[in-house]
């Protein structure tokens, strides 16, 4: 809502300076955007809050200054003469929709004389930034500008019967508005039509046919209170913002209706002359308002104000205030006030809603800056820790966190499909560019960024991001499950690594089993799945050959996702020592000749279980060696090594060549595997 | 020379090439198979180009035709082979890979610890300075319903903010009529469409629904909005939110609370005593509703909205606003965050540049 300082000044004294105003007026609810001069007068930008239409006029700005600074407020009280022939005789209004337009009042003035404004007002127009086009169109849209309450003025002679009906749009009616255009109606518009057509689309815009122009002699005034959901539906339909539709849309002053419509007659007749019909057609009436307890008044309890917020105003104080807005007291004694809240301010119905306007007028800044909360203890959540820590191994291992968009093409949501088959959840409009499922796996996103910092020759890319994934669920809203991704340069089992360090952090006992991978995007071989406690843990893999070309790779990747819900369930925060043997270990290196088949985790799986509790360690070496002629077809030498202690003394050698000859036994028996010669 | 002499040349050349490229079984096999037929100075595709110079005048365009397809169709075959020698080699080794060994450690040419993310950065120090004032981090679903997002923060069914072009409402894909794919609602509990949050304070409704106050939490978080990119909205960014809900809780404990929280956060780098000043402002879940400015830096900072709790939040999840009142504060992660960093696009946030994450 822009205000010209001039206009403001007609109806309150103004403070000293811009700034005093502005200052003020931004700490009590109308925050200063600009202030900008123009010519001997300024143009106040001030934001104006949904719930406070009743300052999208300059009445209304001025009401918050004279409240402010207790100044009085000069509202004109227009009396326009109305000489001419009785309403009825010149028009007519039906309103055959009241839901959507509860209040229409029609005013005509006969023998106007078309021409351009005097030079005062185009100037105030003008300091608004609104075009003037002629004295008609411009009275109409200055009251709109002083009460807030739209107007509009139709060319009486063009209206089909002289008459007007309100009344919803047809499915697939034509509508030709002032902007030339010609719009499609949905049938949800409210229309004001003449005896044939509709001639305005209510509340937000008039039609070319009826348009005043300079052979106008008869004007029709309407003001009228039509529905805001509906403007606002029509408005944005049609793409038609107009300052009414911004009004209608935020609600107007139901009593302010008649106000506007005399207002506008009387300027007219002093600009414009012509004769004013006697009387008004007003159809309709104010729609019903709810206060609370579905009292007529409201019901301020003294007490509450400090209940709420924890300063005291004197009662004196909470009256002034109350009255200055407007509002009638109907009752005051030592524990509360009743009023009735202004016409004006229907965001007031409520107690609450008292208090609110009794603080910004005294002032927030009288309200202390003073806690009395007691101390009371708060704990990161397991999740949290789990969290921070897995970000501390990340950080250590040389990763960078990245943050990604949870929406992604589809094209991306069928790239790889780890953790559900079912069908991604779309959004309504696009999130971002074509991204408009809703992801199921974090690795797409991961590698699109990959992509990027390959573009920019960025020499190392390692990075990892922490969010969640969704994966709909029949009926109802999705599963969010948090997941932890990892993309990196490295290969497999560098990337293996690192899972195995960030679950040695949070959950050291947890026992994963290997499942291979189906593939896609991620080389067969090179690719394994985690299993936890029967669910799904991990995915890790390196990119095939086809999975880099699918996100446009040049250099070799690897990634992982890791399901961090499945983790929770063996995550141990605070560890159990177990007491360390004084004793130091043997160990006995094994060099094992197994088919290539058969995998490492097999014979670590073998070793640990056959070799007792001596077995410390079972640490793997080596498994490259393959050749034919020494170790035959299809073999592979696996090297590794038996650390053995006791917790009870040294152990001897025969000691643990037992274990070892124990474990090679089972070896033999179990996977085939041989000593090798 | 006849042109059918030069097209027998080509067919010949190109029969050569498919078996040669075909058989070869290694890198270097194949290397000197390409200088052999398509090196640029003595191949024997460049020797048949030379002898395109004698050909009649009139056959001139089919021998260029013929000359140009049997080219490509070598290099296809050569493209194929590499191909070919690629996938085998991951094969043949393959064979012998063993992903469940342990894994191995990075070799990098330069040693460097990774650097978490500044909205992580950001919201774990809030969560920290928050954590000490009393206040326990929560979270909750990002895609919510009609009930949480909208009713029981006292938005109603009229309200702008609902509008479908201000919120990501969901549909789930089924199969329609001729194999399309048709767009159906994905609906909650009740019935209404789900959407991605437009803000934390969903999940302050989650946490009142099945706690009895006192209560003092937290809620962080990813929130969506279709806002159009640029340099200073995303659709998706980050916020905070805290609530504090309790007998006899004032607007006054809000300044005190947003007071030591900022004097807290920038404390490291600010002595001066940072100030809470309120303005007016207007949201349907708080009444009062105030926007909140701090003195920082010399100049008075606008950093997020706050207010008392509105009576009609409370009744929606059974709490009596005449037993209880409580106060609630929420700002955006990315703007404290852009701001303190001298982030000027908040777009790089999401690009993850690893030159700018390596700056935090």
């Given at each position: 809502m822009i205000?010209?300082?001039?206009?403001?000044?007609?109806?309150?004294?103004?403070?000293?300076?811009?700034?005093?105003?502005?200052?003020?007026?931004?700490?009590?609810?109308?925050?200063?955007?600009?202030?900008?001069?123009?010519?001997?007068?300024?143009?106040?930008?001030?934001?104006?809050?949904?719930?406070?239409?009743?300052?999208?006029?300059?009445?209304?700005?001025?009401?918050?200054?004279?409240?402010?600074?207790?100044?009085?407020?000069?509202?004109?009280?227009?009396?326009?003469?109305?000489?001419?022939?009785?309403?009825a005789?010149?028009?007519?209004?039906?309103?055959?929709?009241?839901?959507?337009?509860?209040?229409?009042?029609?005013?005509?003035?006969?023998?106007?004389?078309?021409?351009?404004?005097?030079?005062?007002?185009?100037?105030?127009?003008?300091?608004?930034?609104?075009?003037?086009?002629?004295?008609?169109?411009?009275?109409?849209?200055?009251?709109?500008?002083?009460?807030?309450?739209?107007?509009?003025?139709f060319?009486?002679?063009?209206?089909?019967?002289?008459?007007?009906?309100?009344?919803?749009?047809?499915?697939?009616?034509k509508?030709?508005?002032?902007?030339?255009?010609?719009?499609?109606?949905?049938?949800?518009?409210?229309?004001?039509?003449?005896?044939?057509?509709?001639?305005?689309?209510?509340?937000?815009?008039?039609?070319?046919?009826?348009?005043?122009?300079?052979?106008?002699?008869?004007?029709?005034?309407?003001?009228?209170?039509?529905?805001?959901?509906?403007?606002?539906?029509?408005?944005?339909?049609?793409v038609?913002?107009?300052?009414?539709?911004?009004?209608?849309?935020?609600?107007?002053?139901?009593?302010?209706?008649?106000?506007?419509?005399?207002?506008?007659?009387?300027?007219?007749?002093?600009?414009?002359?012509?004769?004013?019909?006697?009387?008004?057609?007003?159809?309709?009436?104010?729609?019903?308002?709810?206060?609370?307890?579905?009292?007529?008044?409201?019901?301020?309890?003294?007490?509450?104000?400090?209940?709420v917020?924890?300063?005291?105003?004197?009662?004196?104080?909470?009256?002034?205030?109350?009255?200055?807005?407007?509002?009638?007291?109907?009752?005051?004694?030592?524990?509360c006030?009743?009023?009735?809240?202004?016409?004006?301010?229907?965001d007031?119905?409520?107690?609450?809603?008292l208090i609110?306007?009794?603080?910004?007028?005294y002032?927030?800044?009288?309200?202390?800056?003073?806690?009395?909360?007691?101390?009371?203890?708060?704990?990161?959540?397991?999740?949290?820790?789990?969290?921070d820590?897995?970000?501390?191994?990340?950080?250590?291992?040389?990763?960078?966190?990245?943050?990604?968009?949870?929406?992604?093409?589809?094209?991306?949501?069928?790239?790889?499909?780890?953790?559900?088959?079912?069908?991604?959840?779309?959004?309504?409009?696009?999130?971002?560019?074509?991204?408009?499922?809703?992801?199921?796996?974090?690795?797409p996103?991961?590698?699109?960024?990959?992509?990027?910092?390959?573009?920019?020759?960025?020499?190392?890319?390692?990075?990892?991001e922490?969010?969640?994934?969704?994966?709909?669920?029949?009926?109802?809203?999705?599963?969010?499950?948090?997941?932890?991704?990892?993309?990196?340069?490295?290969?497999?089992?560098?990337?293996?690594?690192?899972?195995?360090?960030?679950?040695?952090?949070?959950a050291?006992?947890?026992?994963?089993?290997?499942?291979?991978?189906?593939?896609?995007?991620?080389?067969?071989?090179?690719?394994?799945?985690?299993?936890?406690?029967?669910?799904?843990?991990?995915?890790?893999?390196?990119?095939?050959?086809?999975?880099?070309?699918?996100?446009?790779?040049?250099?070799?990747?690897s990634?992982?996702?890791?399901?961090?819900?499945?983790?929770?369930?063996?995550?141990e925060l605070?560890?159990?020592?177990?007491?360390?043997?004084?004793?130091?270990?043997?160990?006995?290196?094994?060099?094992?000749?197994?088919?290539?088949?058969?995998?490492?985790?097999?014979?670590?799986?073998?070793?640990?279980?056959?070799?007792?509790?001596?077995?410390?360690?079972?640490?793997?070496?080596?498994?490259?060696?393959?050749?034919?002629?020494?170790?035959?077809t299809?073999?592979?030498?696996?090297?590794?090594?038996?650390?053995?202690?006791?917790?009870?003394?040294?152990?001897?050698?025969?000691?643990?060549?037992?274990?070892v000859?124990?474990?090679?036994?089972?070896?033999?028996a179990?996977?085939?595997?041989?000593?090798?010669? | 020379?006849?042109?059918?002499?030069?097209?027998?040349?080509?067919?010949?050349?190109?029969?050569?090439?498919?078996?040669?490229?075909?058989?070869?079984?290694?890198?270097?096999?194949?290397?000197?198979?390409?200088?052999?037929?398509?090196?640029?100075?003595?191949?024997?595709?460049?020797?048949?180009?030379?002898?395109?110079?004698?050909?009649d005048?009139?056959?001139?365009?089919?021998?260029?035709?013929?000359?140009?397809?049997?080219?490509?169709?070598?290099?296809?075959t050569?493209?194929?082979?590499?191909?070919?020698?690629?996938?085998?080699?991951?094969?043949?080794?393959?064979?012998?890979?063993?992903?469940?060994?342990?894994?191995?450690?990075?070799?990098?040419?330069?040693?460097?610890?990774?650097?978490?993310?500044?909205?992580?950065?950001t919201?774990?120090?809030?969560?920290?300075?928050?954590?000490?004032?009393g206040?326990?981090?929560?979270?909750?679903?990002?895609?919510?319903?009609?009930?949480?997002?909208?009713?029981?923060?006292?938005?109603?069914?009229?309200?702008?903010?609902?509008?479908?072009?201000?919120?990501?409402?969901?549909?789930?894909?089924?199969?329609?009529?001729?194999?399309?794919?048709?767009?159906?609602?994905?609906?909650?509990?009740?019935?209404?469409?789900?959407?991605?949050?437009?803000?934390?304070?969903?999940?302050?409704?989650?946490?009142?629904?099945?706690?009895?106050?006192?209560?003092?939490?937290?809620?962080?978080?990813?929130?969506?909005?279709?806002?159009?990119?640029?340099?200073?909205?995303?659709?998706?960014?980050?916020?905070?939110?805290?609530?504090?809900?309790?007998?006899?809780?004032?607007?006054?404990?809000?300044?005190?609370?947003?007071?030591?929280?900022?004097?807290?956060y920038?404390?490291?780098?600010?002595?001066?005593?940072?100030?809470?000043?309120f303005?007016?402002?207007?949201?349907?879940?708080?009444?009062?509703?105030?926007?909140c400015?701090?003195?920082?830096?010399?100049?008075?900072?606008?950093?997020?909205?706050?207010?008392?709790?509105?009576?009609?939040?409370?009744?929606?999840?059974?709490?009596?606003?005449?037993?209880?009142?409580g106060?609630?504060?929420?700002?955006?992660?990315?703007?404290?965050?852009?701001?303190?960093?001298?982030?000027?696009?908040?777009?790089?946030l999401?690009?993850?540049?690893?030159?700018?994450?390596?700056?935090?």
């Amino acid at each position: 809502m822009i205000v010209s300082t001039e206009w403001l000044a007609e109806y309150v004294d103004l403070p000293a300076s811009v700034e005093e105003l502005t200052e003020r007026l931004t700490l009590s609810g109308l925050n200063l955007e600009e202030v900008q001069r123009v010519g001997d007068d300024n143009a106040i930008d001030l934001e104006v809050t949904s719930n406070r239409s009743d300052c999208l006029g300059h009445l209304g700005v001025a009401r918050e200054i004279a409240v402010l600074w207790d100044r009085p407020l000069k509202r004109p009280e227009p009396q326009p003469q109305d000489s001419g022939e009785p309403i009825a005789r010149a028009t007519s209004v039906t309103n055959n929709c009241p839901e959507l337009c509860a209040r229409y009042t029609a005013r005509v003035i006969k023998g106007v004389k078309i021409g351009p404004s005097p030079a005062w007002l185009q100037k105030r127009l003008q300091t608004l930034g609104i075009a003037t086009v002629n004295n008609v169109v411009d009275i109409t849209n200055y009251v709109m500008m002083e009460i807030g309450q739209p107007l509009h003025a139709f060319d009486h002679a063009k209206l089909a019967g002289g008459q007007i009906v309100v009344r919803r749009a047809t499915v697939g009616e034509k509508f030709t508005a002032i902007d030339h255009k010609t719009y499609d109606l949905s049938g949800d518009e409210v229309v004001i039509a003449d005896a044939r057509r509709p001639v305005a689309l209510g509340g937000v815009m008039g039609g070319a046919e009826t348009e005043i122009s300079d052979e106008t002699v008869d004007v029709l005034i309407e003001a009228a209170d039509f529905d805001p959901l509906t403007v606002r539906g029509a408005a944005r339909r049609h793409v038609l913002f107009s300052p009414s539709s911004y009004r209608f849309e935020r609600g107007v002053d139901p009593e302010g209706i008649d106000w506007a419509s005399r207002r506008c007659c009387e300027l007219i007749l002093e600009l414009a002359g012509g004769v004013l019909c006697e009387g008004v057609v007003d159809v309709g009436g104010p729609r019903p308002r709810q206060l609370e307890n579905n009292r007529d008044h409201i019901k301020l309890r003294y007490p509450q104000i400090e209940r709420v917020l924890g300063v005291v105003i004197p009662s004196e104080t909470v009256r002034k205030v109350l009255v200055d807005l407007g509002c009638v007291e109907t009752h005051n004694c030592d524990h509360c006030v009743k009023v009735v809240p202004p016409s004006w301010r229907a965001d007031l119905t409520r107690e609450v809603d008292l208090i609110e306007e009794v603080a910004r007028i005294y002032g927030y800044d009288k309200v202390p800056t003073a806690s009395q909360l007691p101390i009371v203890p708060s704990a990161l959540r397991r999740e949290d820790v789990v969290l921070d820590r897995i970000r501390r191994v990340l950080t250590a291992a040389g990763f960078d966190e990245a943050y990604t968009l949870s929406a992604v093409e589809p094209e991306l949501i069928d790239a790889f499909r780890p953790w559900t088959e079912k069908p991604a959840l779309s959004t309504s409009t696009s999130v971002l560019r074509g991204a408009t499922c809703l992801r199921q796996t974090l690795v797409p996103s991961l590698l699109v960024c990959r992509k990027t910092n390959e573009a920019l020759s960025n020499p190392v890319i390692e990075q990892f991001e922490i969010a969640k994934v969704y994966l709909p669920r029949d009926g109802g809203a999705p599963e969010e499950r948090r997941m932890l991704a990892i993309a990196s340069g490295g290969g497999l089992l560098e990337l293996k690594g690192v899972i195995e360090a960030l679950l040695r952090e949070v959950a050291p006992r947890a026992k994963y089993t290997h499942v291979a991978t189906s593939g896609g995007v991620l080389d067969a071989q090179r690719s394994v799945g985690l299993v936890l406690n029967g669910q799904p843990l991990c995915l890790l893999g390196e990119l095939s050959a086809a999975g880099r070309k699918r996100f446009g790779l040049r250099g070799p990747a690897s990634v992982a996702e890791l399901s961090l819900g499945v983790l929770m369930e063996s995550v141990e925060l605070v560890p159990t020592t177990v007491a360390l043997s004084p004793y130091p270990p043997v160990s006995r290196d094994v060099n094992l000749i197994v088919d290539e088949s058969i995998a490492w985790a097999q014979i670590e799986a073998v070793a640990c279980a056959t070799g007792g509790s001596l077995v410390e360690r079972v640490v793997f070496q080596d498994d490259s060696f393959r050749d034919a002629t020494q170790i035959g077809t299809g073999k592979k030498s696996v090297v590794f090594r038996l650390q053995l202690r006791s917790p009870d003394a040294t152990l001897t050698s025969d000691q643990a060549d037992g274990v070892v000859s124990r474990v090679l036994t089972a070896l033999e028996a179990d996977l085939g595997g041989k000593l090798r010669a | 020379m006849a042109l059918a002499d030069f097209l027998a040349e080509l067919n010949s050349l190109a029969s050569d090439a498919q078996a040669a490229f075909e058989k070869a079984t290694d890198n270097d096999a194949l290397e000197a198979l390409r200088v052999e037929f398509l090196g640029a100075k003595a191949g024997r595709l460049k020797a048949i180009q030379k002898g395109m110079g004698s050909v009649d005048k009139t056959d001139k365009p089919a021998a260029g035709q013929r000359f140009n397809a049997v080219k490509e169709l070598v290099e296809q075959t050569l493209e194929a082979a590499l191909t070919r020698l690629a996938s085998a080699t991951t094969t043949s080794s393959a064979e012998a890979f063993d992903a469940t060994r342990p894994g191995k450690p990075y070799h990098r040419s330069e040693w460097r610890v990774g650097r978490l993310h500044p909205i992580t950065q950001t919201i774990e120090r809030m969560k920290e300075i928050m954590g000490r004032l009393g206040f326990t981090a929560v979270e909750g679903p990002e895609v919510e319903d009609d009930h949480h997002n909208f009713v029981a923060l006292n938005i109603p069914e009229s309200h702008p903010a609902r509008d479908p072009l201000d919120n990501f409402y969901l549909a789930t894909a089924v199969a329609g009529q001729n194999g399309t794919a048709e767009r159906l609602a994905a609906a909650g509990p009740d019935g209404k469409p789900l959407l991605l949050r437009s803000q934390t304070s969903t999940v302050q409704i989650r946490v009142l629904e099945e706690t009895p106050p006192p209560v003092r939490i937290v809620s962080l978080g990813r929130v969506y909005r279709p806002d159009t990119a640029d340099a200073t909205h995303y659709p998706m960014f980050h916020q905070i939110e805290g609530l504090c809900v309790a007998p006899g809780v004032t607007m006054a404990d809000l300044k005190g609370v947003l007071q030591m929280f900022w004097q807290s956060y920038f404390g490291m780098e600010s002595n001066e005593p940072i100030e809470v000043r309120f303005r007016p402002s207007f949201f349907p879940f708080t009444e009062p509703s105030v926007e909140c400015d701090i003195w920082h830096d010399g100049k008075w900072m606008e950093i997020g909205g706050a207010g008392m709790v509105d009576p009609n939040v409370l009744r929606a999840v059974g709490y009596d606003p005449e037993e209880v009142t409580g106060f609630a504060f929420g700002l955006g992660i990315e703007r404290i965050c852009m701001r303190q960093h001298g982030i000027t696009d908040i777009r790089d946030l999401y690009t993850n540049d690893v030159r700018f994450l390596a700056q935090f």
